[in-house]
């Protein structure tokens, strides 16, 4: 796993997939709230005009020198959930990212977000 101390300084470096495929820029890491351990990073993708950002996991992702690497492949990332670049993600929606990546998903036990933004 790797450290996210400085999570400011990646933004906007380069995410890519398991092959150094580039699936778009880093914009923020999302933190499990029961761990508070780094969980997902939201990656924005698409044209100037129509962009988005998805979510990938970021259990056993490695960091170079401008790149944060997933081990996810371009096509799945890309398929994944996203919010527009200003949204924010629901509470009701952070099961279907987790699902969506085949990750066991359960709300704190009383409903609490299980994803918090750094």
């Known amino acids: 796993m790797f450290e996210a101390e400085n999570i400011r300084d990646w933004r906007g470096l380069d995410v890519v997939d398991y092959d150094g495929r580039k699936i778009g820029s880093l914009e923020s890491i999302y933190f499990d709230t029961l761990t508070d351990r780094p969980a ?40 994944a959930p996203g919010i527009d670049p200003d949204g924010e993600l629901a509470a009701e929606d952070e099961g279907a990212v987790f699902s969506h990546y085949h990750l066991p998903y359960e709300p704190g036990s009383r409903g609490e977000r299980r994803l918090g933004r750094r």
């Open 40 to 79: 997902f990073a939201t990656v924005t993708i698409g044209l100037p005009t129509r962009r988005r950002l998805v979510f990938v996991p970021v259990d056993k992702a490695t960091v170079g020198p401008s790149y944060l690497k997933v081990t996810y492949d371009k096509s799945t990332v890309k398929d």
